[in-house]
């Protein structure tokens, strides 16, 4: 089973595309956010008509309930989305795209917070009207001043680095250096592959971002 968290707005295409291309099943839950006031309450209910009208009759069995969140209380905004994301049922799949920004913008903060427990962020182009995946950044986790000290090495590189080579430019034993990758891996700060036994690092966009709160 899947819950399917969107922001739905006047325009259903942002809501409909991402479901149908990423695919939906039998028994899946569709939860539509929406402003607790609306500026046209009639174009509101309408387009979530559509929308339950349109998945209904791809399978019956689909759940579609509407959640509305306060425009003017950000702060109650962002943890009625968050209240949202901690009960969904089954896997949980969040589209970024469409509806008010007093509605996105609270979610987007939510997912942030949920990243780890949301299995996928899908986000519809207003441009190609392409569906897509990606991966919101982390940078909750504090590193040690060795690791950080390595994150700096790794991303002093053009592409990627290997593990001989960050023990020889930072002159510490290839143990440390291990040890340091492995706990920077778990905070997502960056990846690594193994080719010919050897081991390449390269550090992610929440990696990047964590330097930078750092360096401020």
Known sequence: MQTFVS???????????????????????VQLIRPATETDDD????????????????????????????HDDFEAAVMTCSNLLRTAAGDTVVSLSGGARDVLLPLTVATMAHEATVLTTLGYSDIDGQ????GLPTVSTTVSDGA???????????????LPQLASDLEAAK????RHISSLEDAEYVTA?????????????SGQLYLATVQA
């Open 7 to 29: 922001p739905i707005g006047f325009n259903t295409t942002s809501v409909t595309r991402s479901l149908l291309e990423y695919g939906i099943e039998d028994e899946d839950d």
């Open 175 to 178: 143990s440390t250096i291990t």
């Open 148 to 162: 950080l000290n390595t994150l700096r090495a790794v991303a002093n590189t053009d592409s990627s680095v290997t």
């Open 193 to 205: 592959q193994t080719e010919d036994r050897i081991k390449h690092v390269s550090i992610t966009l």
């Open 43 to 70: 174009r509101a209910a309408e387009a979530v008509t559509d929308v339950k009208q349109l998945l209904q009759e791809i399978e019956p069995t689909i759940t579609v309930t509407v959640e509305t969140v306060p």
């Open 131 to 134: 569906v897509r995946e990606f």
